[in-house]
């Protein structure tokens, strides 16, 4: 498939799983085709995760659904659907009512399958959205914590922390993870927004690229226009790919240690959000600094190489 002049050599190669609120707002389709379009990254799967908090254009219940829904439409337009659609699995449909119990999908036992099969190689979960279904994996089997890391996209600003959208949508999923044996790397949101673009450019270097950048370009419009009577967001031209922080922790050099911090895992308070000091629990990274130019110059680069010039920018 890739018509790249260059070669990853096996033992650099990291299993990967995607899970994606892709039909939330506009940035996820960018992030799902670029780990895709990466050749470092086997994907082993796809979760299909809910955004219930917070959002009215869908009936409640159906926002995994939607999801899963946008993930085949990625798909089909990179023209790879033959290679992942049995790969492509369905998360929770809500948040956890409380900690006790999990919320069983086919994208919770996924995880489990993933992480216990035997593979030499690193296993990472990229939480994109909601953090429910890694949360009810860890509750159906333990034993998974040692055997993956989890890189999410969600938190609020250190050190207070406060409302955020991903962790909005499940605050008690956030603590099981938080609070358990599993690797986390957390890019929270002042970091997140640090993938900044404007439309001209997603113009220039997007939308002429193939059916899947004309795609990408569009639906970024159409939410934009769709939107605009929001007081605070979003900002009229430009945009941010937050969920791209997931590949730019894969992609930078592990010697490179200077872009995040490690402390003990904190939790959340349930109703504010607000961090809240856990000194008995595990150290976790979180980043403060993220290459962001890099990563969407390579994310340009492979979608142009990969996809021929289709049109104009008009």
């Given at each position: 498939?890739?018509?790249?002049?260059?070669?990853?050599?096996?033992?650099?190669?990291?299993?990967l799983?995607?899970h994606?609120?892709?039909?939330?707002?506009?940035?996820?389709?960018?992030?799902?085709?670029?780990?895709?379009?990466?050749?470092?990254?086997?994907?082993?799967?796809?979760?299909?995760?809910?955004?219930?908090?917070?959002?009215?254009?869908?009936?409640?219940?159906?926002?995994?659904?939607?999801?899963?829904?946008?993930?085949?439409?990625?798909?089909?337009?990179?023209?790879?659907l033959?290679?992942?659609?049995?790969?492509?699995?369905?998360?929770?449909?809500?948040?956890?009512?409380?900690?006790?119990?999990?919320?069983?999908?086919?994208?919770?036992?996924?995880?489990?399958?993933e992480a216990?099969?035997?593979?030499?190689?690193?296993?990472?979960i990229?939480?994109?959205?909601?953090?429910?279904?890694?949360?009810?994996?860890?509750?159906?089997?333990?034993?998974?914590?040692?055997?993956?890391?989890?890189?999410?996209?969600?938190?609020?600003?250190?050190?207070?922390?406060?409302?955020?959208?991903?962790?909005?949508?499940?605050?008690?999923?956030?603590?099981?993870?938080?609070?358990?044996?599993?690797?986390?790397?957390?890019?929270?949101?002042?970091?997140?927004?640090?993938?900044?673009?404007?439309?001209?450019?997603?113009?220039?270097?997007?939308?002429?690229?193939?059916?899947?950048?004309?795609?990408?370009f569009?639906?970024?419009?159409?939410?934009?226009?769709?939107?605009?009577?929001?007081?605070?967001?979003?900002?009229?031209?430009?945009w941010?790919?937050?969920?791209?922080?997931?590949?730019?922790?894969?992609?930078?050099?592990?010697?490179?240690?200077?872009?995040?911090?490690?402390?003990?895992?904190?939790q959340?308070?349930?109703v504010?959000?607000?961090?809240?000091?856990?000194?008995?629990?595990?150290?976790?990274?979180?980043?403060?600094?993220?290459?962001?130019?890099?990563?969407?110059?390579?994310?340009?680069?492979?979608?142009?190489?990969?996809?021929?010039?289709?049109?104009?920018?008009?």
């Amino acid at each position: 498939m890739f018509k790249y002049m260059y070669e990853v050599p096996e033992e650099k190669k990291l299993r990967l799983i995607i899970h994606t609120d892709a039909k939330n707002e506009a940035d996820d389709q960018y992030a799902i085709v670029h780990q895709l379009l990466t050749t470092k990254l086997d994907v082993r799967g796809i979760i299909a995760g809910h955004f219930e908090v917070g959002q009215n254009r869908f009936a409640a219940g159906t926002t995994a659904e939607e999801s899963y829904r946008e993930i085949i439409k990625v798909l089909r337009l990179m023209d790879v659907l033959d290679e992942y659609k049995n790969r492509v699995y369905m998360g929770a449909s809500e948040g956890l009512p409380d900690s006790a119990k999990p919320l069983i999908s086919d994208g919770a036992r996924f995880i489990v399958e993933e992480a216990l099969r035997d593979d030499s190689r690193p296993l990472f979960i990229g939480m994109q959205g909601a953090i429910t279904d890694l949360a009810c994996a860890i509750l159906i089997e333990p034993e998974i914590c040692s055997r993956m890391t989890c890189i999410w996209i969600g938190g609020g600003v250190y050190p207070q922390g406060g409302c955020e959208f991903n962790l909005s949508q499940d605050v008690t999923a956030a603590n099981i993870v938080f609070s358990s044996a599993m690797p986390v790397w957390q890019i929270p949101m002042n970091v997140y927004k640090q993938f900044a673009v404007t439309l001209a450019e997603l113009q220039l270097k997007v939308q002429p690229y193939g059916k899947i950048g004309d795609y990408l370009f569009r639906q970024m419009v159409e939410f934009n226009l769709m939107c605009a009577g929001n007081a605070n967001w979003p900002h009229g031209e430009t945009w941010g790919l937050g969920d791209q922080g997931v590949i730019s922790a894969l992609l930078d050099e592990l010697e490179k240690t200077d872009g995040f911090t490690t402390r003990p895992a904190p939790q959340f308070d349930p109703v504010t959000m607000r961090y809240i000091d856990a000194p008995e629990n595990r150290e976790i990274r979180i980043y403060h600094h993220m290459n962001a130019r890099q990563t969407l110059e390579d994310f340009f680069a492979k979608l142009q190489i990969q996809y021929p010039k289709t049109g104009s920018c008009l």
